[in-house]
């Protein structure tokens, strides 16, 4: 890859290793559009909306995407939103 991590991880933050990220940093990245546009988001056995600090501001950042996937066994309040 040659673009940088949307999260700044390696980057913009390079005292934070480039290969796991912080998801927290991803939603106010999807809200602004800084360092470039997020359209997706795959949610893979984690629900976004009941495990971050707060759910208004993820709920706010997944409106802003064109496609949401959750691939879970359980009923989440993400794959409600899922399209």
């Keep these: 890859m040659k673009e940088p991590r949307v999260d700044g991880c390696g980057s913009r933050l390079k005292h934070f ?3 796991q990220g912080l998801l927290h ?3 106010s990245a999807i809200g602004s559009g800084e360092p470039y546009p997020v359209g997706a988001y795959i949610a893979y ?3 976004p909306l009941t495990a971050m600090p707060d759910p208004d501001e993820v709920k706010q950042a997944l409106d802003k995407l064109k496609l949401i996937v959750a691939i ?3 009923y989440s309040e993400t794959s ?3 399209t």
Excluded: S
């Design 45 to 47: 056995r984690h629900d």
């Design 17 to 19: 290793d480039g290969g």
């Design 25 to 27: 940093l991803l939603f």
């Design 72 to 74: 879970d066994v359980n």
């Design 80 to 82: 409600g939103t899922a």
